[in-house]
C-alpha cells in the first residue's frame, strides 16, 4: 500500500503532466470555471439516457461476466460533445 506522502507526489506529478498538455495544446494552465446551468444539464441528461442505458447493461455483462468485455465505442461519438458540456454544468446554480 503507499504512503499518503507518495500518493500526494504521484498525485503532483499527474497534476503537472496536465497543465503540460494544456499548455502543449494552447490552452490555459487552468480550465475554466463551470457556467452551464443545472436546467441545461438536466435537458443534456435527458439526451444522454440512450448512452446511460447501454453503459448500465454493458456494466451488468461485465459484472456477471468477470471480465471486460470488447465493444464498439465509435458509436458513442454522437454524445461526446453533451458529456464534454455536462462537466461543465455549475454546482448549486
Known amino acids: 500500500m503507499e504512503s499518503i506522502e507518495a500518493i500526494k507526489r504521484t498525485t503532483e506529478e499527474l497534476t503537472q503532466q496536465i497543465i503540460a498538455d494544456r499548455l502543449a495544446r494552447g490552452l490555459p494552465e487552468e480550465p475554466p470555471p463551470a457556467f452551464l446551468p443545472v436546467s441545461i444539464a438536466a435537458i443534456l441528461g435527458g439526451r444522454l439516457a440512450p448512452l ?9 455483462l ?6 471486460l468485455i470488447s465493444i464498439d465505442v465509435s458509436k ?3 454524445y461526446l460533445s453533451d458529456l464534454a458540456l455536462m462537466r461543465q454544468t455549475v454546482e448549486g446554480a
Open 52 to 60: 446511460r442505458q447501454v453503459v448500465v447493461k454493458y456494466a451488468k
Open 76 to 78: 458513442f461519438d454522437g
Open 62 to 67: 461485465v459484472n456477471d461476466s468477470g471480465k
